[in-house]
C-alpha cells in the first residue's frame, strides 16, 4: 500500500511539473499579469547608472500596475555568453542591452525580434541620430533601439600639460611627443593602451587608429566583404603601439595586457597623464582628486580625424512572449526625459533633443567634445565581425612581446580579416 | 514468489524514474547533445546550415589546430602544480592545525577556509585588482618591505611571470579545501598507534611516513582526483585573471574551449574539444584513483 502510494506521488510530480510548465505559457499569452526580464550591466550598488534604471523600472511599474521589471545585472561577457546560451535554448530576456557590434552577430544567429514596424512607427523615431539607428539595424531592418551614444576622445590630466607647458596633442606625432614630455618614469607615463586577451576595449582603441590612417575595417567590393585597410595602413598602426612603448618608452612596461578595468584605475591613479576613453569617465572624475583637471579634446589622428561612435543598442529577444509589452516600456523608458536620467552618471544619450536638455548643457567638459567629435565617429561594421576583432589584439601583443615586427602583424592581420570574411562571412 | 519479485522489481524501477529523468534532463541529454554537436558543422552565425562532417572537427582539432600543443602543455602545468602545490601546503596546514601549537582550533580553521569560501569571480576579481602593476596593492607591499626590485613587475602581463601567478592565485584559493579535508582524515588515525611508535622510538619523520600518510591515503586519493578534474576543466580562475592570454601563455583546454564557442561562435569545434576532453579524463581518472587508493 506504502509503494503504491510512493508510487503514485512520483507521478503526480511528474505529472505536476507538465502541468506547470503548460500553465506559465497558457498564463503568459492570456495578458495576465506580466514580469519583463530585463538584462544589462547597470548595477545600482556600483557608482554609475544603475540606481537611476531602477528607480525608473519601479516608477513604471507603478504607472502601469501588472508590469513588473526584473532587472538582470551581468558583466559585459557574461551578458554576452548567456544570450546566446539562452537562444540555442529558444529562450531569452524580454529586453537586453547590447554592444553595437552584437547586433549583427545576433540577428546572424536569430536571436533578436525585429522590431521595425513599431519603431518606425515611433512618434519620437526622428530624435534619434540616422548613424544611430544604423547600429541598430541590419539589412535595412530595426533591432533595437539606440539608448547610449558616445565617441571617444582623448582624457587628459590637464593640471599635467601646463606642468609640463604643453599644449593639447593634435596628430599622432603631437600625441607622441606629448606623451614622451609627460613621462617620468617608473611614477608616471604619458599615455596607455587596452592590449588585453579578452578584447573588449582594445579592438575599439585599434578600430580609432586605423581608421585615422583613411582606412575602413571592412568593405563591400563585388558583392564580398574584404578588408578595408591595406597591409601599409595596418603597418602604421601597429608601428605607433611599438614606438610608444619602445621607442618613445612614454607607457607603462606593465601595461601590456591591460584591459579596461586596469587602464581606467591606472588613468584615475595617476599612473598615465593621457588616454583614449569615453564618457564614463565622468563618474571616475567626480571620485578622484585630481577630477577636476581631467579635461578631453578630440582624439589624436594620423591622415583624417576619427574616433568610434559607440552605440549601445536595446534589444527584444525573438523567444520573448512579451515583445509588446517590451517595446512599449522601451519607448517610455527611452523618451526625451527619462533618457536624460538614466544616462547622468558614466554614460551618454543618443536622442539629439536629450543633449540638449539643460542637464548636458551645463556640463561643457563631458559633453562638448563628444558631441562635437560624432561627425568623425565611425561604427563596427554591420556584419559579424567579433572573431576578427580578436585578431587586433592577437597583433598588438605580438607587436609588444616583440614576437612580430609592426610590418608582420600587419601582415597576419590583414590574412586573419581576410580568411575569416571568406570562410564565416562570405561562406 | 517469482511474480512477487517481478512485480516489486517495477515498482523499484518506477521509485527510480523521476531521479532518472532529471539526471537525463541535466547530465545525458546535454552529453549526448555534445556529442551530435561535434560531428556537425556548427556556426551559431550560420543558423540552419548544420551539415553532418563526421570526425573532421576532430581531425582539424588534433592535425591542423596550430594552439593544440601550448594549450594542453599550459593546462598539464596549471593542473599538476596546482594540485601538487595545493596538497603540500594544505598537508602542512592540516599537520599544524592538528598539533598542539595551535589553539582555538576552531577559529583557526574558520580562517584557513576563507580564501575557499569566496566566490571563485570575487577572488579572481580581487587579485587582479591587487597585482595591478604601480598601484596595486602587491606593489605597495613591495614597496613597504623594501623588495623595490620587484615593485612594477607585470605579473599577469609578462610571459615568464603570468603562468606562476595564476597558479599561486589558484593555489591560495583551493588550499583550504585540503587542508580542511586532511584535518578530517588525521583525526581519524587513532592516538594509540602514535604513542606506542613513540614508546618504540620513531622519530617524528618516520612516524610521518608509516602512520600519517597511509593513514590518510584513501582520503589523499579521493581529493587528489577530485581536484585533478576541477582544474583540468577550471575555467573561471584563469578567464578572470588573463582570458588565457598574453599570447596565449596561461591558454588552456577550457578557456581555448571558450574561446571557440562564445567568441567565433564555432560550436562543433568547440563540441569537439569538450568531449575530447571528457574522453581523456575517463580513460586517466579511473586507472589514477584506482593507483592513488592502492
Same mark, same amino acid.
Given at each position: 500500500m506504502r509503494k503504491a502510494l510512493f508510487l503514485g506521488l512520483s507521478l503526480m510530480l511528474i505529472a505536476g511539473f507538465a502541468f506547470a510548465a503548460g500553465q506559465q505559457e497558457k498564463s503568459a499569452t492570456a495578458g495576465q499579469p506580466v514580469t519583463l526580464q530585463v538584462w544589462n550591466v547597470f548595477d545600482p550598488a556600483l557608482p554609475g547608472d544603475g540606481k537611476e534604471h531602477e528607480q525608473k523600472y519601479a516608477e513604471y511599474s507603478k504607472l502601469h500596475p501588472g508590469i513588473t521589471i526584473q532587472h538582470n545585472i551581468m558583466q559585459y561577457d557574461q551578458l554576452k555568453q548567456k544570450f546566446i546560451v539562452a537562444g540555442q535554448a529558444q529562450e531569452g530576456p524580454d529586453e537586453i542591452h547590447m554592444l553595437g557590434e552584437w547586433v549583427p552577430d545576433f540577428v546572424s544567429m536569430g536571436f533578436l525580434a525585429d522590431i521595425t514596424s513599431p519603431m518606425k512607427a515611433w512618434g519620437d523615431y526622428g530624435k534619434f541620430p540616422e548613424s544611430t539607428w544604423k547600429v541598430a539595424s541590419v539589412n535595412g531592418q530595426i533591432y533595437g533601439v539606440p539608448s547610449i551614444a558616445s565617441t571617444r576622445v582623448l582624457v587628459y590630466r590637464d593640471d599635467l600639460?601646463?606642468?609640463?607647458?604643453? &599644449?593639447?596633442?593634435?596628430? $599622432?606625432?603631437? !600625441?607622441?611627443? =606629448?606623451?614622451?614630455?609627460?613621462?617620468? *618614469?617608473?611614477? +608616471?607615463? %604619458?599615455?596607455?593602451?587596452?592590449?588585453?586577451?579578452?578584447?573588449?576595449?582594445?579592438?575599439?582603441?585599434?578600430?580609432?587608429?586605423?581608421?585615422?590612417?583613411?582606412?575602413?575595417?571592412?568593405?563591400?567590393?563585388?558583392?564580398?566583404?574584404?578588408?578595408?585597410?591595406?597591409?601599409?595602413?595596418?603597418?602604421?598602426?601597429?608601428?605607433?603601439?611599438?614606438?610608444?612603448?619602445?621607442?618613445?618608452?612614454?607607457?607603462?612596461?606593465? &601595461?601590456?595586457?591591460?584591459? $579596461?578595468?586596469? !587602464?581606467?584605475? =591606472?588613468?584615475?591613479?595617476?599612473?598615465? *597623464?593621457?588616454? +583614449?576613453? %569615453?564618457?564614463?569617465?565622468?563618474?571616475?572624475a567626480d571620485q578622484a582628486d585630481t577630477g577636476k583637471s581631467w579635461k578631453t579634446a578630440a582624439f589624436p589622428y594620423d591622415k583624417v580625424p576619427a574616433t568610434y561612435l559607440e552605440v549601445k543598442?536595446?534589444?527584444?529577444?525573438?523567444?520573448?512572449?512579451?515583445?509588446?509589452?517590451?517595446?512599449?516600456?522601451?519607448?517610455?523608458?527611452?523618451?526625451?526625459?527619462?533618457?536624460?536620467?538614466?544616462?547622468?552618471?558614466?554614460?551618454?544619450?543618443?536622442?539629439?533633443?536629450?543633449?540638449?536638455?539643460?542637464?548636458?548643457?551645463?556640463?561643457?567638459?563631458?559633453?562638448?567634445?563628444?558631441?562635437?567629435?560624432?561627425?568623425?565617429?565611425?561604427?563596427?561594421?554591420?556584419?559579424?565581425?567579433?572573431?576578427?576583432?580578436k585578431l587586433t589584439m592577437d597583433g598588438v601583443q605580438q607587436v609588444l612581446y616583440k614576437k612580430a615586427s609592426p610590418d608582420q602583424a600587419a601582415q597576419d592581420f590583414f590574412t586573419g580579416v581576410k580568411n575569416y570574411l571568406d570562410t564565416s562571412v562570405n561562406k | 514468489m517469482e511474480g512477487g519479485v517481478k512485480k516489486g522489481t517495477v515498482s523499484g524501477y518506477a521509485y527510480f524514474l523521476p531521479l532518472f529523468l532529471f539526471i537525463a534532463a541535466v547530465y545525458l541529454y546535454p552529453f549526448l547533445s555534445a556529442i551530435s554537436l561535434s560531428l556537425h558543422d556548427v556556426n551559431y552565425l550560420r543558423p540552419g546550415n548544420r551539415p553532418f562532417v563526421g570526425l573532421a572537427n576532430f581531425g582539424r582539432l588534433l592535425f591542423k589546430e596550430p594552439l593544440l600543443g601550448s594549450t594542453v602543455?599550459?593546462?598539464?602545468?596549471?593542473?599538476?602544480?596546482?594540485?601538487?602545490?595545493?596538497?603540500?601546503?594544505?598537508?602542512?596546514?592540516?599537520?599544524?592545525?592538528?598539533?598542539?601549537?595551535?589553539?582555538?582550533?576552531?577559529?583557526?580553521?574558520?580562517?584557513?577556509?576563507?580564501?575557499?569560501?569566496v566566490p571563485i569571480a570575487i577572488n579572481s576579481l580581487i587579485w587582479r585588482?591587487?597585482?595591478?602593476?604601480?598601484?596595486?596593492?602587491?606593489?605597495?607591499?613591495?614597496?613597504?618591505?623594501?623588495?623595490?626590485?620587484?615593485?612594477?613587475?607585470?605579473?599577469?602581463?609578462?610571459?615568464?611571470?603570468?603562468?606562476?601567478?595564476?597558479?599561486?592565485?589558484?593555489?591560495?584559493?583551493?588550499?583550504?579545501?585540503?587542508?580542511?579535508?586532511?584535518?578530517?582524515?588525521?583525526?581519524?588515525?587513532?592516538?594509540?598507534?602514535?604513542?606506542?611508535?613513540?614508546?618504540?622510538?620513531?622519530?617524528?619523520?618516520?612516524?610521518?611516513?608509516?602512520?600519517?600518510?597511509?593513514?590518510i591515503r584513501h582520503v589523499s586519493a579521493v581529493i587528489v582526483v577530485f581536484h585533478l578534474i576541477w582544474t583540468f576543466t577550471n575555467f573561471d580562475v584563469i578567464y578572470l585573471l588573463t582570458g588565457g592570454g598574453p599570447l596565449h601563455a596561461t591558454e588552456v583546454i577550457p578557456t581555448f574551449l571558450y574561446q571557440q564557442a562564445f567568441v567565433n561562435f564555432d560550436m562543433g569545434y568547440a563540441a569537439a574539444m569538450g568531449v575530447l576532453l571528457f574522453l581523456v579524463l575517463s580513460i586517466t581518472v579511473g586507472p589514477l584513483y584506482s593507483w592513488l587508493n592502492k
Open positions: 600639460f601646463s606642468k609640463a607647458g604643453i &599644449s593639447v596633442p593634435k596628430t $599622432w606625432t603631437d !600625441l607622441r611627443n =606629448a606623451a614622451k614630455k609627460l613621462t617620468s *618614469a617608473p611614477a +608616471q607615463y %604619458g599615455f596607455a593602451f587596452c592590449s588585453s586577451s579578452k578584447a573588449v576595449r582594445g579592438p575599439q582603441e585599434f578600430a580609432v587608429l586605423l581608421w585615422s590612417t583613411g582606412a575602413e575595417l571592412v568593405k563591400l567590393e563585388n558583392g564580398k566583404w574584404v578588408p578595408g585597410f591595406s597591409v601599409a595602413q595596418a603597418k602604421e598602426v601597429f608601428q605607433l603601439y611599438y614606438d610608444m612603448m619602445f621607442t618613445d618608452q612614454s607607457m607603462p612596461p606593465d &601595461s601590456i595586457g591591460w584591459e $579596461w578595468d586596469q !587602464l581606467d584605475p =591606472a588613468f584615475q591613479a595617476g599612473q598615465v *597623464a593621457m588616454v +583614449q576613453n %569615453g564618457s564614463w569617465m565622468r563618474g571616475r543598442v536595446e534589444g527584444v529577444s525573438k523567444f520573448s512572449k512579451h515583445q509588446q509589452e517590451a517595446v512599449d516600456f522601451m519607448k517610455w523608458l527611452y523618451s526625451r526625459d527619462n533618457m536624460v536620467f538614466v544616462t547622468q552618471f558614466d554614460n551618454l544619450p543618443s536622442r539629439s533633443d536629450s543633449k540638449d536638455s539643460p542637464f548636458w548643457k551645463n556640463d561643457p567638459v563631458w559633453r562638448g567634445t563628444f558631441l562635437d567629435t560624432v561627425s568623425a565617429g565611425h561604427s563596427m561594421p554591420s556584419i559579424p565581425f567579433g572573431p576578427a576583432l | 602543455r599550459n593546462s598539464l602545468v596549471f593542473t599538476l602544480g596546482s594540485v601538487v602545490f595545493e596538497y603540500i601546503i594544505g598537508l602542512a596546514s592540516a599537520l599544524l592545525l592538528n598539533s598542539t601549537f595551535i589553539r582555538m582550533k576552531n577559529l583557526s580553521k574558520a580562517l584557513v577556509l576563507l580564501p575557499w569560501a585588482f591587487l597585482l595591478s602593476g604601480g598601484y596595486g596593492f602587491i606593489d605597495q607591499l613591495l614597496n613597504a618591505v623594501g623588495f623595490h626590485a620587484l615593485v612594477n613587475e607585470n605579473w599577469l602581463g609578462d610571459l615568464a611571470l603570468v603562468m606562476p601567478t595564476v597558479l599561486f592565485v589558484n593555489v591560495w584559493r583551493s588550499f583550504p579545501f585540503y587542508t580542511i579535508t586532511l584535518t578530517a582524515g588525521l583525526a581519524t588515525i587513532p592516538r594509540e598507534l602514535y604513542e606506542a611508535a613513540e614508546v618504540d622510538g620513531a622519530g617524528w619523520t618516520r612516524r610521518f611516513r608509516t602512520i600519517t600518510l597511509p593513514g
